[in-house]
């Protein structure tokens, strides 16, 4: 197959899944896509049970507008049936793999990059629970170990 990711997967087939699972291709999930469109939802469940790793992404263009992964994450737990772990999973280190970025980015561990985000919930499952205002969850945020984003410090500069 040769791709190291493939996404609008909407009408992939059986033997599509095998192939990509042979070949180690990451499939691209795009839940706004499908939910938008009035799509048929890619065979999540099917593509994990065949051993495909599953990615999460946001689809950002005019047909699809939305830039919230945990909207994204909602939506592949409810209309696809992924699992909160499967979509977390599916939103860090799979994606990470989509973009042959895993070596350093998309889990924590010793030597990657210190990508992260504080949730001020009791536990981190909130994030994809809460269908919106997930400013009102979201505490911090880390790139490369650096905080870039605080509720409590202003956006814009006046």
Same mark, same amino acid.
């Given at each position: 197959?040769?791709?190291?990711? #493939?996404? +609008? =997967?909407?009408? %992939?087939?059986?033997?599509?899944?095998?192939?990509? @699972?042979? $070949?180690?291709?990451?499939?691209?999930?795009?839940?706004?896509?499908?939910?938008?469109?009035?799509?048929?939802?890619?065979?999540?469940?099917?593509?994990?049970?065949?051993?495909?790793?599953?990615?999460?992404?946001?689809?950002?263009?005019?047909?699809?507008?939305?830039?919230?992964?945990?909207? #994204?994450? +909602? =939506?592949?737990? %409810?209309?696809?049936?992924?699992?909160?772990?499967? @979509?977390? $999973?599916?939103?860090?280190?799979?994606?990470?793999?989509?973009?042959?970025?895993?070596?350093?980015?998309?889990?924590?561990?010793?030597?990657?990059?210190?990508?992260?985000?504080?949730?001020?919930?009791?536990?981190?499952?909130?994030?994809?629970?809460?269908?919106?205002?997930?400013?009102?969850? #979201?505490? +911090?945020?880390?790139?490369?170990?650096?905080?870039?984003?605080?509720?409590?410090?202003?956006?814009?500069?006046?």
């Amino acid at each position: 197959m040769g791709a190291r990711a #493939i996404s +609008h =997967l909407e009408e %992939v087939s059986h033997d599509g899944i095998t192939s990509m @699972a042979k $070949a180690g291709t990451v499939a691209v999930l795009l839940p706004t896509t499908a939910y938008i469109l009035r799509l048929k939802q890619p065979p999540a469940r099917e593509m994990i049970e065949e051993g495909v790793a599953v990615a999460l992404g946001i689809d950002f263009n005019p047909n699809a507008f939305c830039t919230s992964m945990p909207l #994204i994450m +909602h =939506l592949a737990c %409810v209309n696809m049936h992924l699992s909160l772990n499967e @979509a977390l $999973a599916a939103s860090t280190i799979n994606a990470a793999a989509a973009l042959g970025k895993s070596h350093k980015h998309g889990s924590l561990e010793v030597g990657k990059s210190g990508d992260v985000i504080i949730v001020d919930a009791p536990r981190w499952e909130h994030i994809v629970y809460q269908l919106g205002c997930h400013r009102d969850i #979201i505490s +911090h945020v880390a790139i490369a170990g650096r905080i870039v984003y605080e509720p409590s410090k202003p956006k814009f500069a006046l």
